[in-house]
């Protein structure tokens, strides 16, 4: 009978983690000797962050963003317009939603990436994003450096992060519309533009000749 493989170090973690954070620790992942997985609730989001610099050695961070795990409503559109026109439009079945490792119970996520260098482990950290109000207590007074990624994230997604100093946009002009990494934002220019290659095609060299060898 094989063996269920352990990890030692991250079930140590974790359960320190776990006596940290009490019921805030939703969910985990431990795949061994990879990685760790951890999802709190939102109200635990900013203790996360303070528990795993200041009393578990988690001072390195890596980065903060966001994941849509809807489905693309678009389907269709994502695919080659080639495909299109030589096999039509058959109808999808809708795509169920899964959020990966340590689960999840809504469309969107914040994950953020933490590491200690004593350990020389990572953590991957996740939390629920509420339809109605999509917000997440920001890690910027922990981790200087969420900062920039949260005001990315805000611009992208459209989750809003209280206790942000100065939450600007960085890319897009002030008056633009809409989160273009969400999944229901529309890529217009696949819509009106046909994939390269499809129109216009110029023959290959020497087809004419073939053709008039004919």
Not at 46 to 68: M, N
């Amino acid at each position: 009978m094989e063996e269920t493989p352990t990890d030692d170090l991250r079930e140590e973690v974790l359960a320190a983690f776990a006596a940290e954070l009490g019921d805030g620790l939703l969910e985990s992942y431990i795949r061994p000797g990879n990685d760790l997985w951890i999802r709190v609730t939102r109200d635990a989001w900013p203790e996360l962050a303070s528990v795993a610099q200041r009393k578990l050695g988690f001072t390195f961070f890596d980065f903060l963003s966001a994941i849509d795990w809807l489905p693309s409503p678009f389907a269709r559109d994502m695919d080659s317009q080639e495909d299109l026109a030589v096999h039509g439009r058959d109808e999808k079945a809708p795509t169920p939603m899964t959020q990966g490792y340590a689960g999840g119970d809504t469309r969107l996520q914040v994950f953020a990436r933490l590491l200690s260098m004593s350990r020389q482990m990572g953590i991957t950290c996740k939390v629920d994003v509420p339809d109605d109000d999509p917000s997440v207590p920001t890690w910027s007074s922990t981790f200087a450096g969420a900062n920039w990624h949260e005001r990315e994230t805000c611009e992208m997604y459209g989750i809003d992060f209280p206790g942000h100093p100065n939450l600007i946009k960085l890319y897009l002009p002030g008056a633009f519309e809409g989160h273009p990494l969400r999944k229901d934002f529309p890529l217009l220019a696949r819509r009106v533009k046909p994939w390269p290659g499809i129109v216009d095609v110029e023959p290959m060299p020497g087809n004419d000749d073939a053709e008039a060898d004919a």
